[in-house]
Structure formats: structure tokens, C-alpha cells
């Protein structure tokens, strides 16, 4: 029972398989098996940089008298058939042993992105399989899209540009050249931020201050070096203003005297000093006349050596540029060595000379002795008014 419902089993296969096994001619299935070439594995997708040499391997088995050609995916442009090249100087072709066909492109170019296929002339229908490249190319400033240096009144909307080429797209990112934080301001907003970088390839500069100005480096990069970056000088144009630090100065008689002020202004500033609203005061031997500069501010120094009677009154310190004028105003007084009851008075000025105090040490010691006088002045004077207002 059991050997009859086996040999029923054995006889059934072998009516279902009878009919397939009928058409297949024993010769086809031996090939199939030893001579039809196979892809041994992907060509894969790859990443290459523009100049370099792109290689691309396609890995057959049982290849035997069959050809390989290489193409151009997107337009069936032939490359190569076999061993013989068949377009330009860029390409070439070997065989990796033992079975390993490489299509090489060099010096790789921008618009050899993309697909390549290898084929194998297999009758009836040819076998193929496809890869793909990309070529990376590192980051270009567009001069012609990009800021040139800026020139601008305060106060006015400034865009800086910059635009690059490259793949994969380049990030555009702004800073400082001296590495100073940048300020920036929300468009609308009154308040500055501050920020190493700022990333976009628009740099908006709402309602522009005196501060922002400067050197401004925009840096393209992608994952391709090296990064490239163009410096754009920013200019901010603005009017004069003199700040003065003491206005009033006393000084005893013999001292050199130090005036200073304050400028900021952009572009740069004509700046000089007179006596009495008349006489311009020149550098030589009675004054000493200087100036530091740094970014747009001048500080603007007068030394008056030898203080005499002669030189109490008023001086100017005058700033002009192409945009207006400003000037400043101080005055000058006599410090008595030795206060007298009514000099005290006088220490009134005192009070507020440490610029011009400060040039001579030994004097020092007495400028602490009117500041004391003054102070026993002063409440003097307080306990006066407190009296008479009860
Ligand atoms: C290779 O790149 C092509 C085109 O970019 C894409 O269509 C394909 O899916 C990629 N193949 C692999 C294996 O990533
Ligand atoms: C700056 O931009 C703001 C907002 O867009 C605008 O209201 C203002 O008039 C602009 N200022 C100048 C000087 O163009």
C-alpha cells in the first residue's frame, strides 16, 4: 500500500514536469548554466571631483566571446566597444583582472554628471545595468552677482549680495574681517543683536549705523574644498559730531594744559582748533596739536604749554567733513595755588579739571585740598539754603 502511493507520486511528477522538460533542449539549459554572462554586482552610484578621473567597474562572469560597450545613459552615446575607445581623449578603457571592465573619464568635467551603462551583446536582447556619477566641484564667488564695496548714508537700508557657483549648491555664509561680533537688526526693530556669522546669500542691513561699517567677508563653501570668500568694505557716511569731555578746565599758571575732544564722522574729517572763535591755533612751540585715529573717531588733542594769563578763554575744536560741520567748545581758567577764601569760589571750576590736571602729578596733592575746600563750600552753602527755605 504504502510502495503504491509512492510510486502514485513519482509517476504524477513526472506528468507535470513531462511537458516542461519536453520544450527545453538539454543544450540551452547546459549554456544557460556555463556560458550566458552574468553581472557579478551593481555598478554602483559614485561621487567624484571635478578634474580628477572618475572609474567605473562593471564586474562579468562567463563573458566568453560576448562584448562589453560602455555608454552614455541619457543620450545612447557609445563611449567605448570592448578594448577600443570609440569617443575623445577623456575616456579610456581596461580590463580589471580578472573580469572587471572599467570606463575611466579624466580630466571629469561638470557635464559628465550622470548615468553610464554597461552593455553586453547577448543575443536575442542585449544584458545592461546602469550606474551613475556625480561630479562635485568646488564653490566660485559670481563677481557679477556679488556686492561690490558699499558706500552709504546712516540711517539708510543697505543689502550686501553674493552669489556662488558650485555642486553641491555652496552655503554663503557672512562675518567680519576682524572678527568682531556683527550687529544686525530685525527689519522694523530698533535694537541691535549681535552674531559671529549669518548665514544667506542676502545680507540685510536695516536702517544702517556708523558701527556696522567695516570689512565684511562673504565665504562660500560646500563639501568640496577649497572654500573661496570675497571681501566687501562697507562705508557709512555721516556728519560730524564732537563730543567734549571736560568743557570746563582749570589749570594753575605754568602747567601745560591737555584740550580734548571727541569726533565721529565718515569719511574722514578736516579738524582744527581756535582761540576766541578768531585765531587758529598751528603746531609749534606754544601748542602741541595731535590726533589718534581709529575706524571714525578721532580723539583730538591741544597741549598749551606753559599756561599764562594769555591763554584763559574760550577754544573751538572744529571737525568738517563732505557732510556738515560740528565743533565743540571749552573753556579755560586760571587754578590759584594757594585758595584764598575767594579762590574757593573759583575751585567751583576746579572741580572738573582732572583732563587738564592730570598732566602735571605734582599737583595732584592741592587738587585734593580745593576738592575738600569746595566740598565744606558746598554744604555751607546747602545748610544756607536749607535755612532760608524753613
Ligand atoms: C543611482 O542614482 C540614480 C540617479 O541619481 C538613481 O535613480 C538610482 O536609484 C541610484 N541607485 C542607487 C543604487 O542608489
Ligand atoms: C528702509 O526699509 C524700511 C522697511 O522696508 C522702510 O520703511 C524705510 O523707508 C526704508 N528706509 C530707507 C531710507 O529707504
Known amino acids: 500500500m504504502k510502495m503504491l502511493r509512492k510510486l502514485f507520486w513519482t509517476v504524477l511528477q513526472g506528468f507535470v514536469l513531462l511537458p516542461t522538460i519536453a520544450i527545453r533542449d538539454s543544450n540551452i539549459v547546459n549554456r544557460k548554466m556555463a556560458d550566458v554572462p552574468q553581472f557579478e554586482k551593481p555598478i554602483g552610484n559614485q561621487t567624484f571631483h571635478i578634474g580628477r578621473e572618475a572609474v ?48 575611466r573619464i579624466r580630466p571629469l568635467r561638470a ?39 558699499v558706500s552709504a548714508q546712516e540711517l539708510d537700508n543697505v543689502t550686501l ?34 552674531v559671529e556669522s549669518y548665514v544667506g546669500s542676502s545680507l ?41 569731555p571736560n568743557q570746563l578746565l582749570g589749570a594753575p599758571l605754568g602747567t601745560d594744559v591737555v584740550l580734548e575732544c571727541t569726533v565721529e564722522a565718515y569719511p574722514n574729517t578736516i579738524n582744527y582748533w581756535l582761540k576766541n572763535r578768531g585765531e587758529m591755533l598751528l603746531d609749534g612751540p606754544k601748542y602741541v596739536i595731535g590726533e589718534d585715529r581709529s575706524s571714525y573717531k578721532v580723539l583730538m588733542k591741544l597741549t598749551i604749554k606753559q599756561f599764562s594769563k594769555h591763554d584763559i578763554g574760550t577754544y573751538n575744536c572744529v571737525s568738517t567733513n563732505s557732510l556738515g560741520k560740528s565743533e565743540g567748545t571749552l573753556r579755560l581758567y586760571e587754578i590759584k595755588l594757594y585758595p584764598s577764601s575767594q579762590s574757593a569760589a573759583e575751585v567751583n571750576v576746579g572741580g572738573l579739571t582732572e583732563g587738564a590736571v592730570k598732566q602735571n602729578p605734582a599737583f595732584s596733592d592741592s587738587n585734593k585740598v580745593f576738592s575738600r575746600t569746595f566740598l565744606i563750600f558746598l554744604l555751607v552753602t546747602v545748610a544756607v539754603v536749607e535755612r532760608e527755605t524753613m
Request: one cysteine or more; charged letters at 25%; proline letters at 8%.
Open 56 to 103: 567605473l567597474g562593471c564586474s562579468i562572469d562567463n563573458l566568453g566571446k560576448h562584448k562589453v560597450g560602455w555608454l552614455r545613459a541619457e543620450d545612447q552615446t557609445v563611449l567605448s566597444l570592448h578594448e577600443r575607445v570609440v569617443l575623445g581623449p577623456r575616456y579610456s578603457v581596461n580590463l580589471d583582472s580578472p573580469s572587471t571592465w572599467q570606463l
Open 111 to 149: 557635464e559628465d554628471r550622470g548615468c553610464y551603462m554597461c552593455q553586453i551583446n547577448t543575443q536575442p536582447s542585449m544584458k545592461w545595468q546602469i550606474g551613475c556619477i556625480d561630479v562635485y566641484v568646488p564653490p566660485d564667488i559670481i563677481n557679477e552677482e556679488t556686492s561690490t564695496d
Open 161 to 194: 549680495s553674493c552669489k556662488a557657483t558650485g555642486h553641491p549648491p555652496p552655503k554663503i555664509t557672512w562675518r567680519r574681517e576682524d572678527h568682531e561680533q556683527m550687529l544686525l537688526k530685525k527689519i522694523g526693530g530698533r535694537d541691535f543683536y549681535k
Open 204 to 244: 540685510p542691513l536695516y536702517r544702517v549705523d556708523r558701527r556696522q561699517m567695516g570689512a565684511f567677508l562673504c565665504i562660500a563653501s560646500n563639501d568640496v574644498p577649497p572654500a573661496v570668500s570675497k571681501r566687501i568694505i562697507l562705508n557709512v557716511n555721516f556728519p560730524p559730531t564732537v563730543i567734549v
